[in-house]
């Protein structure tokens, strides 16, 4: 075990392993957390209190999660001082304990990190952001369909321009990339920008794929959706689409079917000659397939502006959503509107092995320690967190209790102030209310 400098390590738990590739999970699992900065100090409370009351219930005292403080952000440094936002303590803590939940963090002011949040993720090669976005019935939405929005977006982590690879406009740095492009390359970039460089590789894209098509196959979702700008970005974005399909095909071939293969199936059943062009077989049965009728996983793409629209209009067209770095920051908050918003989205960021849960929306310092926000995000993310480990049965009584309270209008105020006969509670008051809700 690693040696810690300011981090206990609960002696009454016992940390989970890897073993034969896959995570062996004991009963009293030690499992680190990050309270956040901001909000967190109410929502992290808030959270603990429902995990470990849907634990206890769903397994009768048998399991237990040892739960173990870390630090990062504005508490580190109160901890660590030195400006220590990220300390080795944290790092450490994650890699050996393999699982973490964290609240939301600050994003440090005048140098170091970047984002915490993009540096956990890069130092602990977490290159799987995965967001689900599903409504629960009574949460007001601008949405005509809410009930159609249940997807699962698979968010590159670690590549496109999060990579952080940018010149300042008007350094010498940046005139000898310029001098270079438009010299060696034959290119014509004005001489007063700034540049970005946006790496899309093959490592990243099949990895992510690969892990898009495994949850797939394992949570039995029907499709998977490439979005991608490969008309204007050939090749970065359209190269992620290529190689996903390559990756698709070569290690899932007995679990998918490509969406133009599917058209062509259905197409000859009827006598018409296969068209593969995207849309054709649309247009001839007045839409698209709603799946496989063998059960296969469609494997298809879309343009990204084209999704903005379509998860309005065509919701439930769109099953799982595999995309790079940028495309699914945008979407996630996109589908996360539709559904609530971030109070409501929960979020996870997964390597090999290693997963840090996480709330998706910031620290809203102004309302913090007023117990007032909505901590329904972390608490999902707190479900995934169960899932992941095996716990099925509690993350399903917290789900269920959450859809609950919702119903019968016991909600904080973000919801409260749309939603008419409602009941306001605070962060804490609402905790306790999905608690009382599990059966």
Known sequence: MANFDRVIVPENGTPITIENNELKVPDNPIIPFIRGDGIGIDLWPASQLVLDAAVEKAYGGNRKIA??????GDEAVDKYGDGQYLPEDTINAIKEFIIAIKGPLTTPVGGGHRSLNVSLRRILDLYACVRPVKWFKG???PSVHPHWMDIVIFRENTEDVYSGIEWEQGTDAVAKVIE??????????????GIGVKPISITGTKRLVRKAIKYAIAEGRKSITFMHKGNIMKYTEGAFKD???????DEFRDYIITEAELWDEAMAEDGVTPITKPGAFAELRGGKPAGDPNGRIIIKDRIADSIFQQIQTRTNE???????????DYISDAAAAMVGGLGMAPGANIGDFIGLFEATHGTA????GQDKVNPGSLMLSGVMMLNYLGWREAGEMIEKAIKRTIEVKTVTYDLHRQMEGATKVSCSGYAAEIVKNMV
């Open 243 to 249: 190689w996903g399909y390559e990756l698709a095909i």
């Open 180 to 193: 270079f492009i438009n010299k060696e390359m034959g290119k014509n970039i004005r001489l007063d920008s």
């Open 318 to 328: 769109y099953d799982i959503i595999a995309t790079p770095n940028l495309n699914g």
């Open 139 to 141: 949460v007001p939405s």
């Open 67 to 72: 739960w173990m403080k870390i630090y990062a």
């Open 365 to 368: 310092p102004k309302y913090a």
